[in-house]
């Protein structure tokens, strides 16, 4: 099989911005992005999979890396470990604790319903109230949304098990999006949304000059004390 990178949902995601942002014949960005980006990436892929490929067999995966790697599980538990993930990389965007360097077999309960399963079925249905809500009144909201759920989407455990259950840096371009939706909230309720077009970032800083510094302040104390502590770790 061909693999797919978290990189290669932009391959979708650009057209579908220029689409949604632009007053363009939808089929032209679709036909162009497939001239210029889609076939010359599939194309690359066969050839490193067909022609470098020196025909090695791929390494054994084991159950404590994944148990869906080992044994045949239904649609509905698989279907539940993939809630659980996303549940569980949702709460790494709010909470990022605890930080490990690997995750593997029981780190996380997938089969039993639990916490992560609940802050993904959450999760899902208020993205999808975001995307209905804003899909024409806020583009960056509904674009955030869709680049999370795109980036994640190949490590969330459905299509094909992913080594390690979870992994932080799975979600390292998923987080962009997250990060435009938090941005896009903080700018609606400092009420400075009309601003987004025309003015500078420093303008809408400079409005809301203190809460902007205490939050930075805070996000940087607390970001510290979670993250030092793992260079001793990984050292």
């Keep these: ?106 780190t996380i309960e997938g089969f039993d319903f639990g916490l992560n399963h609940l802050i993904g079925i959450a999760a899902i249905l208020g993205m999808g109230f975001l995307v209905y809500k804003y899909f024409r009144s806020n583009k960056p909201i509904v674009i955030g949304v869709l680049m999370f759920c795109l980036s994640i989407s190949m490590f969330a455990n459905l299509v094909t098990p992913a080594v390690g259950i979870v992994a932080e840096r799975f979600v390292f371009e998923a987080s962009i999006g997250f990060c435009l939706i938090m941005a896009s909230f903080i700018l609606i309720l400092s009420k400075s949304f009309h601003l987004k077009i025309s003015a500078p970032f420093s303008e809408v800083a400079a409005k809301n000059k203190s809460a902007f510094y205490m939050s930075l302040l805070a996000l940087t104390i607390a970001s510290a004390v979670i993250i030092i502590p793992r260079n001793a770790a990984w050292k």
């Design 1 to 106: 099989s061909i693999s797919i990178t978290p990189r290669d949902c932009l391959v979708v995601l650009i057209p579908m911005v220029i689409i949604m942002t632009r007053n363009v014949k939808p089929w032209r960005v679709i036909g162009l992005a497939g001239i210029i980006v889609i076939t010359p990436t599939l194309a690359g892929k066969i050839f490193l999979k067909n022609v470098l490929d020196r025909g090695d067999e791929l390494r054994e995966m084991f159950f404590f890396e994944n148990p869906l790697f080992i044994g045949a599980y239904s649609l509905v538990e698989k279907l539940m470990m993939s809630i659980a993930t996303f549940g569980y990389y949702i709460k790494m965007m709010f909470v990022p604790y605890p930080l490990v360097s690997y995750y593997g077999y029981n």
